[in-house]
């Protein structure tokens, strides 16, 4: 079976797009061949990312009271959830958050709403805050805020933002037993439109959704359609008083198994282990990196993640280095992060024994 993975990654690379059967069978390979199979995988993604990691770190510029029902959100207005509202952020939070996030050598700064699209008002805010922070720093800029229209898309460009994210979540088959306040076909439109604008596209999708093998497959091939720039891959951290409470976690190594598929059908696409990672993945979590060349860092926008001293530490005992908005690679530096932290967390992400 090596011989196959090894021929995977050859095709890949080779520009070769691997058939629907093939990324199948990346999701049935055997236990025994996990290790050949992150190997292929990292082959991939060696050839266009190097050992690079860029970290990409969230703000939740505008939370809860969201009129949508996605099934997975605790920000829905439709959920008896405990995720709270609270108003939207000021430019001078965004712009502080967004120093927070070069301070930890990210690449990218996202901002997200929870909304079903950007009101004039948050648009004006997201707009001012990001021209504020291109000005002062060097760091790629990243906006989630729903829905778009034309008009809309193409001010965000044109005030900096260099990327849209707008996930497609499942296949398109499956999203109506996820989300009914919108369809699937809406995000595609909005994903377009966002291409057209000129921003580059950030479209991924959760897995553990109560999906079948053939919808994963689905959402692989249609992010693959769409060319999108960057596929972020979320693994559901089901939150309470959400319809989706109470799913079980994805395998840690279906998990893997599922990043080694992206990677072979997006093979030169900025591919990022996203929310859930470290919940999910937990002792296998440096694996990841071999399939992908991204992660977020500083926690998600309702739950908890890793610290950036955490993260650094993985990143460099893994043997990889960061990359910069300016495209330099640069080491790791767990002291440094450890040196920003509040005093009260200045302590190693793993306690040691006594």
Request: net charge negative; aromatic share 4%.
């Amino acid at each position: 079976m090596s011989t196959t993975w090894s021929a995977l990654a050859d095709a890949a690379l080779a520009g070769q797009q691997i058939s629907r059967d093939a990324a199948r069978a990346v999701l049935h390979a055997p236990e025994d061949d996990m290790l050949l199979l992150l190997d292929a995988a990292f082959r991939v993604r060696r050839a266009h990312w190097g050992r690079r990691v860029s970290l990409h770190v969230l703000d939740n510029a505008k939370q809860g009271a969201c009129p949508e029902d996605c099934g997975f959100c605790s920000q829905s207005s439709k959920h008896a959830s405990p995720g709270g509202e609270a108003p939207m952020k000021s430019v001078d939070e965004l712009v502080a958050g967004a120093r927070r996030a070069h301070a930890s050598r990210a690449k990218r700064f996202c901002m997200v709403t929870a909304t079903r699209g950007p009101s004039q008002r948050d648009l004006d805010t997201i707009c001012a805050a990001a021209t504020a922070i291109k000005a002062e720093m060097d760091i790629e800029l990243c906006a989630s805020l729903g829905l778009l229209t034309e008009a809309k898309a193409q001010r965000l460009a044109g005030a900096g933002v260099d990327r849209f994210n707008h996930n497609l979540e499942t296949s398109e088959r499956h999203y109506d037993q996820i989300v009914s306040t919108h369809t699937w076909a809406d995000r595609v439109a909005t994903v377009r439109l966002a291409k057209a604008a000129g921003m580059d596209t950030c479209v991924g999708g959760i897995v553990g959704l109560g999906e079948s093998e053939e919808d994963l497959l689905d959402l692989a091939f249609a992010l693959r359609d769409l060319d999108v720039d960057s596929v972020p891959v979320n693994f559901l951290d089901a939150r309470p008083g959400t319809p989706l409470a109470g799913r079980p976690l994805v395998e840690p190594r279906d998990a893997l198994r599922a990043l080694c598929m992206f990677r072979f059908v997006h093979p030169r696409t900025d591919l990022r282990v996203a929310g859930g990672r470290e919940i999910t993945l937990r002792a296998l979590q440096a694996f990841a990196l071999y399939p992908a060349n991204s992660i977020f860092t500083q926690g998600y926008l309702t739950t908890p993640g890793a610290t950036p001293h955490a993260d650094h530490q993985m990143i460099r005992d893994a043997g990889f280095e960061l990359e910069l908005a300016s495209g330099e690679a640069v080491p790791a530096d767990p002291e440094a992060m450890l040196a920003l932290a509040p005093p009260a967390t200045r302590r190693p992400s793993l306690p040691l024994a006594t």
